[in-house]
């Protein structure tokens, strides 16, 4: 089967005929006006000869003349990957043998270094991409342009975007052209002209007039609702004013919207993640255990948020608060401390915005709330007067949960009531919150407190090499780990680590006393708090990673135990100069920021403990789910156990009840799908924080339904970007902000640790597998925990996002290493190998001429 006419093809086979021509087929199969036209399938494609009689046939059918041809590959207008302008087309084609030649070229482009490389971008293999052609009859356009049914930048679902220009349009879609640029409002609420070269073509508003503006806004809402999401469509009007469909695929950009809240007006989400240094998604079932946990957590202090599921990142409602009128300016301190300055802009931006005008507070504080009030008061003040005694009872309880022994149930169905209960159970929450909400209060109440006596740089300074930090003692374990590996240097940075991982967990490695440090700290892992994630007590390739990097320190003064006593020195030195400095110049505020000094050295590390001591619970709902799951694989639910982490608990809980009496595939295929949309349509996200009500729900198959949800998990781990607030209809409210002066040399974020240096970047994604020299600064997207053992070889530290007090700037003060974070598409913009100075002082990431000497330096 080597062409096709585009009326003849199932959109469904992607496979034969490539994503564009399944495209076509689906809109001419929902009655859109489409050019005629043909598809050279894959099947020729993998022949490598062009099927010349049937090509030139189809041809003649169109009545030949001047034809378009375009590429058609497998890979092409994904869900998650529109491949673009990545492969070939030929426009105004003309005659068989340039027809043929087209075709052939098309063949050609899917092996284009520009092709290559975005596929290995998109994490699409090689040896699965095909290529099919589409040849369609030209359409004499006297206009033509691109359709965005949201608005791609600002990912506002109530605008449509137009770009237009006269002629067939290639020039818009090449970016050749200064097009006229439409952004459209919501149907019924006019529309509004973007630009000021708008009248330049003679006409009322640019080439478009207000019908056509009209007839495309209604066609793109039209394909949305059919297509079930926003489309990026190609079109052309012809002489005759008829109006022609080229193209209609999914944005790839956008990402996911929230889910529709029953409350009026627009909501405002600020993501919880970067928090804790954690931005690639969770897994469903980590989604709905973290839900649940800071629901949990929230409702301690007497604060109901509403947590939601957008794009596998956990966001929480923050309208009422920006709403109530006792409450929304205190929101901009909360943000700067625990979300960091990107949330903080945020906030601070809304706060004017008269969609978020300020109401009358309906609600009061009830008697719980008063009464967590006095707790937290007697737990904070108890903190304060007694820190030592604090952290005894806080270490003795983290050592407690560790050792506590754990009896697990023998059926799925009492394993989940396990798992189903509070991750707090075991716990004494009052030994840990209040000594760690206390190291938090402190520290922040520094900078007030020295104001006019102190620069920022100067506090930071005191929280470095700071002591009581789970964390910091995770990484300097690890180093001793390390001294102790010096006699099996060799095999240690020469043998890849999943093998090391594979043998130690076999016992085939020698001693190196990795047993007692996994008996410590295994239950970490990078993005710990998603439950499906592997412990490095399960997997421990990370761990062999980084002691690949340790190993490459032999410089004695950058050992992390020397840095780490040096940042610990400038910080009591420092705490010295400012009491005597505060006291010299106020007295009486002096000495209570005397205080508060030392109180921050005694208890502002104990900030990581509190997560730690959860991980314990975390743990051993990890235990009980892979239970449950190789369960369910036994019964032939399930391929493998971990496929459990790809259900939510109520799923789950369903799944238990059905036990083995659910139909598979090897008894004869399950049951009949019963679709959860309107009209027939297949499951779409629906359901509490925006998860897919899965197929287990209506009897379906629960392999298919995992299968389904990895794939979006892989897609979604793929995602370059997170927004740190989204408005209700899409839109990221950073799209809203003023730009920054463009500088070509010098990035601007927040300082988050003092210092100096230059070095060169190396730019990390993934920790698992990152190799860091001594002295390279590491520059990524955010980190938590399980990224700070690279802090230990690096340099300095450059980061998207994140917060002065989050996990990533608090160890690297306490190494005495500059971090500079909320920088801006620095993944992006700085590539490994360049040349970089970052101050932590002044907030700035400078790349360095080529020129610019290749040796680092650091000045603390």
């Known amino acids: 089967m080597d062409v096709l006419a585009l009326t003849a093809i199932d959109p469904g086979r992607r496979d034969l005929v490539g994503g564009k021509a399944a495209g076509l087929a689906a809109l001419i199969r929902l009655g859109e006006r489409v050019p005629d036209g043909f598809c050279v399938t894959t099947e020729a494609h993998e022949r490598g000869e062009v099927p010349r009689e049937d090509v030139l046939a189809a041809y003649g059918r169109l009545g030949g003349g001047p034809v378009a041809v375009r590429s058609s590959a497998t890979a092409e207008d994904l869900p998650d990957a529109s491949f673009a302008g990545q492969q070939d087309t030929y426009l105004g084609v003309t005659g068989a043998e340039e027809l043929l030649a087209a075709v052939r070229a098309c063949w050609d482009s899917l092996h284009t270094e520009r092709a290559i490389a975005y596929r290995e971008a998109a994490g699409v293999p090689h040896d699965t991409a095909r290529m099919a052609v589409v040849v369609q009859r030209m359409v004499d356009a006297e206009v033509a342009g691109v359709l965005f049914t949201a608005n791609p930048l600002t990912g506002s679902r109530n605008e449509a975007v137009i770009d237009a220009a006269p002629g067939p349009g290639t020039a818009v879609v090449d970016g050749t052209t200064a097009a006229d640029h439409y952004v459209l409002d919501r149907p019924g609420r006019g529309y509004v002209l973007d630009g000021t070269d708008w009248r330049r073509h003679g006409h009322e508003h640019g080439c478009l007039t207000r019908a056509r503006l009209a007839e495309l806004r209604e066609a793109g809402e039209r394909l949305q609702r059919r297509l079930g999401a926003p489309q990026d469509v190609e079109w052309a009007y012809d002489h005759d004013g008829t109006l022609w469909l080229l193209q209609s695929r999914p944005i790839t950009t956008l990402f996911p919207a929230p889910p529709e809240s029953a409350q009026p007006g627009p909501r405002l989400y600020v993501e919880f993640g970067h928090v804790q240094g954690m931005l690639q998604p969770a897994t469903p079932m980590g989604m709905s255990a973290l839900r649940s946990m800071v629901a949990g957590l929230l409702a301690s202090f007497g604060l109901t948020v509403e947590i939601v599921g957008i794009g596998g990142r956990l966001y929480g409602d923050l309208t009422d608060a920006m709403r109530d009128p006792s409450t929304r300016r205190r929101l901009v301190k909360m943000m700067a401390v625990d979300f960091g300055p990107r949330a903080q802009a945020v906030v601070e931006h809304l706060l004017d915005d008269p969609r978020f005008t300020p109401e009358r507070a309906t609600r009061r504080r009830g008697r719980p709330a008063r009464a967590i009030g006095l707790k937290a008061v007697a737990g904070i003040l108890g903190a304060l007067a007694r820190p030592a005694v604090a952290r005894a009872r806080l270490f003795g309880e983290i050592e407690r949960l560790r050792r506590q022994p754990v009896a697990d149930p023998s059926t799925a169905a009492e394993l989940l009531d396990l798992v189903e209960e509070a991750g707090w159970s075991n716990a004494r929450p009052d030994a840990i919150v209040w000594p760690v909400v206390s190291g938090l209060l402190v520290s922040a109440a520094l900078p007030p407190l020295l104001k006019g006596i102190a620069s920022d740089d100067e506090v930071r300074t005191v929280l470095g090499g700071m002591p009581y930090n789970v964390t910091i003692e995770m990484d300097l374990a690890l180093w001793q780990v390390a001294q102790r590996a010096t006699p099996y240097r060799e095999l240690l940075l020469h043998t890849p680590p999943d093998e090391l991982a594979a043998a130690y967990l076999a016992g085939e490695l020698p001693d190196i006393g990795l047993d007692a440090f996994l008996d410590t700290y295994g239950t970490r892992a990078a993005a710990e708090v998603d439950v499906g994630v592997p412990r490095w007590s399960e997997n421990p390739a990370p761990v062999f990673t980084t002691l690949a990097n340790y190993l490459r320190v032999t410089d004695p003064e950058q050992a992390p135990d020397q840095r780490f006593q040096r940042a610990a020195a400038r910080a009591e030195a420092m705490l010295a100069e400012l009491a005597h400095r505060a006291r010299r110049k106020r007295p009486v505020r002096g000495r209570l920021a005397a205080f ?265």
């Open 596 to 860: 508060f000094l030392r109180r921050t050295r005694e208890l502002a590390g104990l900030r990581e403990a509190g997560k730690f001591a959860g991980l314990y619970a975390l743990r051993d709902r990890r235990r009980r789910l892979l239970l449950i799951g190789a369960e369910l694989q036994e019964n032939g639910l399930l391929d493998r156990a971990d496929d459990v982490m790809f259900l939510t608990l109520p799923e789950l809980r369903t799944a238990i009840g059905r036990g083995a009496d659910l139909p598979t595939p090897a008894d004869g295929g399950g049951e009949p799908r019963t679709p959860c949309g309107d009209g027939g349509e297949p499951c779409t996200p629906c359901g509490d924080g925006g998860e897919l009500r899965s197929q287990v729900e209506h009897g379906g198959d629960l392999r298919e339904t995992v299968a389904r949800r990895r794939a979006e998990y892989a897609r979604e781990l793929r995602r370059r970007t997170v927004p740190v607030a989204l408005l209700s209809d899409g839109t990221d409210v950073e799209t809203l902000l003023p730009a920054r002066a463009p500088d070509g040399h010098t990035l601007t974020g927040t300082g988050a640790a003092s210092g100096r240096v230059t070095g060169r970047a190396r730019v990390v994604r993934d920790p698992a597998s990152a190799s860091i020299e001594p002295g390279e600064i590491l520059v990524a997207p955010t980190t938590d925990p399980g990224w700070t053992p690279l802090f230990l070889t690096a340099g300095g530290l450059v980061t998207e996002t994140g917060a002065v007090m989050a996990h990533g700037p608090t160890v690297a003060r306490e190494y005495g290493i500059p971090a500079v974070i909320c920088v801006p598409a620095a993944t992006e913009r700085i590539r490994t190998g360049q040349l970089i100075t970052i101050d932590g002082a002044a907030g700035t990431v400078t790349i360095e001429q080529p020129s610019a000497t290749a040796d680092a330096t650091m000045t603390p």
